[in-house]
C-alpha cells in the first residue's frame, strides 16, 4: 500500500511539470512510489527518446503525460522497471485530483 497525506496530495498536485501542456486527465498521470526512485535507472531512462511521451521525476512521484495514451507507451512500460522501485502505483490526473478533493482541507 502506498499512502500520501492530504498535504502531499496538495504539493503533488500543485506541482506536475506538465501542468502547461498535459490537457487530457486521462492520459496525464503519477507513478507514486514508496521511497524515491533509483537515480542511476531514472538517469538511464531519461537518455531515451519516448517523444511524445514525457516523464519527470519529483521526490517519491514520477509525473507523465502520454498524450495518446498509456496502453501503447513504451515509456509507461519503461517506468515500470523494478529498477526504478520495487513497486509502485500509477493513477491518472483524474483520480489524483479527486483523490485530493476527497481528502478535503489540511
Same mark, same amino acid.
Do not use: I
Given at each position: 500500500v502506498i499512502v500520501r497525506t492530504a498535504p502531499e496530495l496538495a504539493d503533488i498536485a500543485a506541482n506536475s511539470p506538465f501542468a502547461d501542456v498535459a490537457t =487530457? /486527465?486521462? &492520459?496525464?498521470? $503519477? $507513478?507514486? #512510489? %514508496?521511497?524515491? %526512485?533509483d537515480a542511476a535507472a531514472l538517469a538511464e531512462l531519461a537518455d531515451q527518446d519516448f517523444a511524445p511521451d514525457r516523464f519527470s521525476a519529483r521526490g517519491r512521484e514520477i509525473y507523465a503525460w502520454? %498524450?495518446? /495514451? @498509456? &496502453? =501503447?507507451?513504451? @515509456? @509507461?512500460?519503461? #517506468?515500470?522497471? %523494478?529498477? #526504478?522501485?520495487?513497486?509502485g502505483t500509477v493513477r491518472n490526473w483524474n483520480t489524483v485530483t479527486k483523490l485530493l478533493a476527497l481528502a478535503g482541507p489540511d
Open positions: =487530457d /486527465g486521462a &492520459r496525464h498521470f $503519477v $507513478v507514486f #512510489l %514508496p521511497s524515491e %526512485p502520454c %498524450p495518446n /495514451g @498509456m &496502453r =501503447d507507451s513504451s @515509456m @509507461m512500460r519503461a #517506468l515500470a522497471d %523494478p529498477r #526504478l522501485a520495487a513497486t
